[in-house]
């Protein structure tokens, strides 16, 4: 069973035509849920963690919130440069330890 | 944030070569150390974490003999793809966790194999 799941797979935008993009997580004891940028043949660029319910965190066009289920990164008036896919990652126990994956949200922003 | 290189970005090689693939963290010390493993419009998974001065801890299902991993060095960490063959083709990236809290990625190597 996936721990992490995001929807939609696919989103095309028009240019300015605000949205948002989900990110369920299954997972117990959250410490930390993160939300990452990945443009075609990249590494992902990391854009913002979360820690607890309620929190809400901004960047230009984009704000992630946290409830205890989901997530949403909520974009406002999207631009063709936000195009990419956006990954959301969850972790599961403290210390320094790896990320659990969604599949991504691949955006599409149309001029 | 942690600043990662990888080299080299992209390779090709015949099945049955072996390709090792070069994880370095430019600013940070880095004890620890991460390889994902990325198919075609599919998630990154885990394959190993990597620690530096002892042996790397791998997932289930990821064989340490085929993906030895070797972290000599608090910047560098190398995963060799020993006896490639076609199924091994991915996209691999290396990240870098900063005490706990957000991870760094590289940019990424694509490697093709024949």
């Known amino acids: 069973e996936d721990q992490v799941t995001q929807s939609p797979e696919a989103l095309r935008l028009q240019e300015g035509e605000s949205s948002s993009l989900n990110c369920s997580y299954t997972v117990s004891g959250l410490r930390g849920l993160f939300w990452y940028r990945q443009d075609p043949g990249k590494g992902p660029e990391f854009l913002f963690t979360?820690?607890?319910a309620g929190e809400e965190k901004e960047k230009e066009r984009l704000k992630a919130t946290l409830t205890k289920k989901e997530s949403f990164l909520h974009i406002t008036a999207p631009k063709p440069e936000d195009s990419a896919t956006y990954l959301c990652?969850?972790?599961?126990?403290?210390?320094?330890?790896?990320?659990?994956f969604g599949k991504g949200t691949r955006l599409s922003v149309i001029a | 944030g942690a600043v990662v290189s990888q080299h080299p970005s992209r390779v090709i090689c015949k099945s049955g070569t072996s390709v090792k693939i070069e994880c370095r963290s430019l600013?940070?010390?880095?004890?620890?150390m991460f390889w994902y493993r990325q198919f075609p419009k599919q998630s990154l998974m885990l394959m190993a974490t990597?620690?530096?001065?002892?042996?790397?801890?791998?997932e289930q299902g990821v064989e340490k003999d085929k993906f030895l991993i070797n972290h000599a060095s608090l910047t560098l960490s190398t995963l060799t793809v020993t006896s490639a063959h076609p199924e091994d083709s991915s996209f691999y990236i290396c990240?870098?966790?900063?005490?706990?809290?957000?991870?760094?990625f590289g940019p990424g190597t694509r490697l093709t194999v024949l």
């Open positions: 990652a969850v972790r599961q126990t403290s210390g320094n330890t790896p990320l659990v």
């Open positions: 600013d940070f010390q880095a004890t620890t």
């Open positions: 990597s620690n530096e001065g002892s042996k790397a801890t791998y």
């Open positions: 979360l820690y607890s």
């Open positions: 990240s870098v966790g900063l005490a706990g809290n957000e991870q760094f």
